[in-house]
């Protein structure tokens, strides 16, 4: 059926389904499946205090993958719950009893491990404090993408880059004032001393400018450890923050730092290329002119996440790499959860 496209629609997925039924069985068994599963007119519905939304398959099945689960075996699960509810006639439940009942099939069928993560990933807002996600990397490699994947999987509505705090505080303090903050960070060896070679100018321009956003970062993570709200931060500027992130532990909030790289370096121009098709604000031929600047903090930014212990993660493939993400994340997560109840105890 979809031999030579690279991408399948839903849609035609189903249709495909449908089809090969047909052929195979016959049109009433399909009929028969349709109305044993999905009776006309029922709408199972999800609830939450006084929040009622429709049983979606989609936003279960993002869920569950959160737990390292395979999307197709993420879906399966939420396909034979939906089943298994419409069979029941059951119409009606809360957002607790259906994790209840997701848990309890990822425990029976696949493993126990995998269940307790799906568990905490699930349920982050009932965490005793909040999940800061801290996303860092060089430019294009990938990290506003990811981030927002992230987001939606985790259920996490707070997303904040340090480009946009960057040109908040460029806003305060004039060029004359700061004016390193005011170069893009690969021209950040602007105005460094002579003495010093290209590259070291770049670096030491760059951790500069770092260590001044860094303040207006950690303004907006004490903000959401404040309000006891998870987040997501990402941005080429959160070396100094996730350093500081390790020092403080989690004594107010779970804090997670990774690195994103893009080890292909041909793969990583490729990127920036992508970029300007459709996005008249990202001017490719600027990052393009200077790569090499990138690529040089590129490497410096993997060279102090290793030394000081940040996992890095190279975002070559999208699906692999989420996956890697969820993974990652939840298993720190939990073994920080773990410790916290331990000392408690």
Do not use: W
């Not at 993974?327 to 997560?333: A, W």
């Amino acid at each position: 059926f979809f031999q030579e496209q690279a991408e399948v629609s839903s849609d035609s997925l189903m249709q495909a389904v449908d089809e090969l039924i047909v052929e195979r069985y016959g049109k009433e068994l399909l009929r028969g499946l349709n109305l044993e599963l999905f009776p006309t007119g029922k709408q199972i519905c999800v609830y939450r205090r006084n929040a009622t939304a429709p049983f979606s398959k989609g936003l279960l099945t993002q869920s569950i993958t959160s737990s390292g689960l395979k999307p197709e075996e993420a879906f399966q699960i939420a396909f034979d719950l939906e089943a298994k509810l419409m069979k029941k006639n059951i119409l009606r439940i809360s957002k607790k009893k259906l994790f209840d009942e997701v848990f309890a099939t990822i425990k029976k069928k696949h493993d126990p491990h995998i269940a307790d993560l799906y568990k905490l990933a699930s349920r982050l807002d009932e965490l005793d404090r909040p999940v800061i996600i801290y996303l860092g990397g060089a430019s294009g490699t990938g990290k506003s993408v990811m981030s927002t994947f992230l987001a939606g999987r985790l259920g996490i509505n707070k997303i904040t880059g340090t480009d946009t705090i960057r040109e908040i505080m460029r806003l305060v303090f004039k060029r004359d004032l700061l004016p390193s903050l005011h170069n893009s960070s690969s021209k950040a060896g602007t105005g460094m001393p002579k003495y010093l070679g290209k590259n070291d100018r770049l670096i030491s321009g760059f951790c500069l400018q770092a260590q001044q956003v860094s303040v207006g970062v950690k303004a907006v993570v004490d903000r959401a450890v404040k309000e006891r709200t998870s987040m997501i931060i990402e941005g080429i500027h959160l070396l100094p923050n996730m350093e500081q992130a390790i020092k403080e532990g989690y004594k107010r909030a779970y804090h997670i730092p990774i690195t994103l790289s893009l080890m292909n370096e041909k793969h990583h121009k490729d990127r920036f290329l992508e970029r300007g098709k459709g996005n008249e604000l990202r001017n490719k031929e600027a990052y393009l002119s200077s790569f090499e600047n990138i690529r040089v903090i590129h490497e410096f930014f993997n060279l102090e996440s290793e030394d000081k212990e940040i996992e890095v993660v190279d975002n070559e493939d999208f699906d692999e790499t989420t996956n890697t993400l969820m993974q990652l994340i939840i298993n720190i997560l939990q073994e920080q959860v773990k410790s916290t109840k331990s000392s408690k105890s």
